[in-house]
Structure formats: structure tokens, C-alpha cells
């Protein structure tokens, strides 16, 4: 395995999650009992750029030409959405803004709403769609230099490009990177929102590290993934979004300003945690270990009490989480999920029931499982109501946490 950031072959093991199936594959009933492909999940290091990175197993094609995930239905993230929208207006006035991967429309929906021109860019025909039909024009492609050199010949620059979400999901950084630098104007921004490593080594989000997400970044790595194809980091934001993520702010080298303090501070919180080396990473794997055994020894115990334990949601990190634990519909009955794509399917690999949320309230289980645990203000209102007969709400990351629900 080369890094495909800088070619070398000096890698080092992080964490080895085994070989499961990629996250998104959600099974139709008439899969459940046909083959499933699996793939190693093994995350490494390069020594040399530090670009944590998994082997490029899967291609996005596979993945994204009909996505599972639509982002419109956590309302939180349409939240953070708008007031992104609402900054980036008030800051650089854009006549013109792209967004790359830019799903059902949840963030460019804002920027019509400012009568504002905007494209999105967004590979999987079915999210497509549903922005289009909210009023987003969408073009349905991958990013690539030729296709960010087209989108500028035909459209003109863009003021402001956005790229949220995506930029741990393309295996080639470098050629994706100079698609960025072919939509953004010569004095424009480059606004990306990606996990933060720091973050999910400090937490153990162990079950963020999937296939589609092909690597991981913090301000030191991301630095030198943005000059590949042309583009300085000029400020860095510490969002809350998905456990802890950075939003990376570039410009176009030949006009780009110096990093600011905030740049400065955030490589020196990485420094001291030993990111910048590989001592900082050798301790992940045991935390990630017990995180696997303090979750099955909970759902073995309440299957043993004759409690019964269901899931929230079905998201891509969850069956990270429910492969690596192994984890069967004899420990976790079912999961429910608000998107109307998922009911009726299972989840890759372990093979559980996904529901429409309606389920928990017929059958009272006496605890919930919250899988998308980054959710864990809006879900736990949302889940209220599980208190009502005295259910209880359990969390696994970053440790195993039960709490009441309070109704």
C-alpha cells in the first residue's frame, strides 16, 4: 500500500476493525440470504505526510451513484446548514456559489432562499433528484479537474465552493483537490467541513472509520492535502458537527493570506496530543477494544435479564459498530430509522431489521440504543417520550453510557 498523498510506503497499523461490508449497502429482503462482498477495514498512517488513510477497497461510483443517506433528515444538520449559509453571505457576499457533494439540497436550498446563483454538483442520481425538486439546480457528476474546469467554462467561478462531508470520501485527494481549485475564483473561498482526527482518536469514534470514508485528516495532513492541487488553508474552525470537525477555509495559493492565529493554535493541539507522529496513535487500539467489550457485555446481560434492547437510527457509522461487535438481531431486536429508504431493509452484514421510529412507542423496549451518538441533543429529545413506560436511552461512544429518557 502506497499514501496517496505522497506515494510513500512507510505505513503503520492505527486500528484493525477486521472485514466487513461497506456501510451504506443496505439489504432488501430479497438480499438477506444471497452473499455479501466484505472488505478489510484496516486504518494506517503515513509516517512520513501523516495522512491517516484506509486502502482504496471500494470505488465512490460503487457507493454513490445511489446513496442511502440523505441529509435533510437530521434537523440539526439543516440547522448548522442555514447558519453556515447565513456567515458565508454576510462574509464574502458571493454572486456565485458550488457545492461538491452537496447531497438533497439541505445547504443550497439556503443559498436560493438569498436569491443567490448556485450549482450543486452531486454524483448519486437519487439525492439528486430530490434536490432538484426542491428548486436546486444540480449537475450529476463526480468531481474531477476536468469536471471543475468544465463546470467554470460554462457556469464562470465560483465566489465561494463548499465541500462538506466529502473530503475524507474520494480516494484520489490530489486530483479532487485541483477540481476544488478549478470551480473556485482566483480571489474566491474554499469552505470544507471534515471530521477532525483529533476528535476521534481523543473520543475512540472508531465507528466514523468506514469504507466509503478513505481518510482522515487533521490541520497538519489537511495542509498538505489542499497544496497538492493548488490551495493554502488561510483559517480553521473547530465545529461540533459528527463528534468534533474542522472547517477548513482556503484560497488559491498565488492570493491566499497567511494562516491565521487560529491555524497556529489548532496544529499546536495536535502537536501535544502526538499527532504529528506515530506515538500518538498507539494506544487507539486497546480503547477501541473495550469499547467492543463494555457494549457486549451490556447486551449480553439485559438478553440474559430478558430486557429487550432496539436501535435508533441506521447510519453508516452504526454498522461500523454493530460489525465490529458482531453484534445479531438476538442482542439488538430491530433499528429504526426516519428515512422511508431504510424501512424494510437490514443492515449490511448484520443483517437487523430497520423499522420507521413508529416501532419503539408500539413495543416499549426497555432500552434504546442510540447508534448516531454525534446526534445526542437532538436525539435524546426526540426520544423523550421512551421514559414514559421507563425506558432508558444507551449510548457507546465515546464509553457506554445509560441514561433516563425524560418524558
Known amino acids: 500500500m502506497n499514501c496517496r498523498l505522497c506515494g510513500s510506503t512507510n505505513l503503520a497499523s492505527v486500528v484493525d476493525l477486521g472485514a466487513t461490508p461497506p456501510c451504506e449497502l443496505f439489504l432488501s429482503a430479497e438480499a438477506v440470504d444471497a452473499p455479501e462482498m466484505t472488505y478489510p477495514l484496516h486504518l494506517r498512517l ?6 491517516a488513510q484506509l486502502p482504496p477497497l471500494i470505488t465512490p461510483e460503487e457507493t454513490f451513484t445511489e446513496y442511502a443517506y440523505f441529509s435533510s433528515f437530521s434537523d440539526s444538520w439543516v440547522r448548522h446548514a442555514k447558519d453556515f449559509v447565513d456567515a458565508q453571505v454576510a462574509r464574502t457576499d458571493p454572486k456565485f456559489v458550488v457545492e461538491v457533494a452537496s447531497n438533497d439540497g439541505y445547504l443550497l436550498q439556503h443559498v436560493v432562499g438569498h436569491g443567490i446563483r448556485c450549482l450543486g454538483v452531486e454524483p448519486s442520481v437519487n439525492v439528486g433528484e430530490a434536490a432538484r425538486e426542491k428548486g436546486v439546480p444540480t449537475l450529476t457528476a463526480f468531481l474531477s479537474p476536468e ?10 467561478p465560483a465566489d ?54 478513505f481518510q482522515y485528516y487533521t490541520v497538519a495532513s489537511a495542509k498538505r492535502a489542499l497544496a497538492s492541487g493548488g490551495l493554502s488553508l488561510v483559517d480553521v474552525e473547530l465545529v461540533p458537527t459528527h463528534g468534533g470537525s474542522i472547517r477548513l477555509l482556503a484560497q488559491p495559493t498565488e492570493n491566499a493570506g497567511e494562516p491565521t492565529q487560529r491555524v497556529l493554535d489548532v496544529l499546536a493541539r495536535e502537536k501535544a496530543a502526538g499527532l504529528h507522529e506515530l506515538a500518538g496513535y498507539t494506544e487507539f487500539a486497546e480503547r477501541v477494544a473495550k469499547v467492543r467489550r463494555d457494549l457486549l457485555r451490556f447486551l449480553v446481560d439485559a438478553a440474559e435479564q430478558g430486557r429487550t434492547v432496539v436501535g435508533y437510527g441506521a447510519p453508516g457509522k452504526g454498522n461500523t459498530l454493530l460489525n465490529h461487535c458482531g453484534i445479531r438481531s438476538d442482542l439488538l431486536r430491530y433499528t429504526v430509522d426516519r428515512n422511508p429508504y431504510k424501512h424494510g431493509r437490514f443492515t449490511p452484514g448484520t443483517r437487523i431489521p430497520i423499522l420507521p421510529p413508529e416501532q419503539i412507542a408500539a413495543d416499549k423496549p426497555d432500552y434504546v440504543l442510540v447508534l448516531p451518538w454525534n446526534l445526542r441533543a437532538e436525539l435524546t429529545a426526540q426520544l423523550s417520550y421512551v421514559g414514559e413506560w421507563g425506558g432508558k436511552l444507551v449510548f457507546p461512544i465515546p464509553h457506554l453510557e445509560i441514561v433516563e429518557a425524560k418524558s
Open 46 to 51: 503515513c509516517v512520513d505526510c501523516l495522512l
Open 147 to 156: 469536471t471543475g474546469q468544465a463546470v467554470r467554462d460554462e457556469h464562470g
Open 160 to 213: 465561494l465552493v463548499v465541500a462538506n462531508n466529502v473530503y475524507a470520501h474520494i480516494p484520489d485527494v490530489v486530483g479532487f483537490t485541483q477540481g476544488l481549485r478549478a470551480l473556485v475564483a482566483d480571489d474566491g473561498w474554499v469552505s470544507i467541513e471534515v471530521q477532525h482526527l483529533l476528535t476521534l482518536i481523543e473520543l475512540n469514534q472508531y465507528d466514523t472509520i468506514y469504507h466509503e470514508h
